[in-house]
């Protein structure tokens, strides 16, 4: 595993066990496959605070920033195939 996996993974560990629950897989099976730009578009998505994720990946909320709509779709994709 790379450093900078290792990084993101610890990023993942949130104050909310369901962001930990969707963040942590998808880092784990996806994060690897997603291009620079897109891992460095989550990198980005990771600084959000936790209450913002949870708006985006729980309440399903759309993102203001629309560069961000593919990416929340892709990670709730990989949740819904748990």
């Not at 996806?30 to 936790?50: G, K, P, R, T, V």
Request: with cysteine; hydrophobic share 45%; net charge negative.
């Amino acid at each position: 595993m790379t450093e900078l996996k290792k990084r993101i993974l610890w990023q993942c560990r949130r104050g909310l066990w369901e962001l930990d629950a969707i963040l942590i897989p998808f880092v784990e099976e996806h994060f690897d496959a997603l291009n620079s730009d897109s891992q460095d578009l989550f990198m980005e998505f990771l600084s959000f605070e936790d209450i913002d994720l949870f708006d985006l990946l729980v309440n399903r909320k759309e993102p203001i920033d629309t560069r961000m709509k593919p990416l929340v779709s892709k990670i709730l994709n990989s949740y819904m195939k748990i």
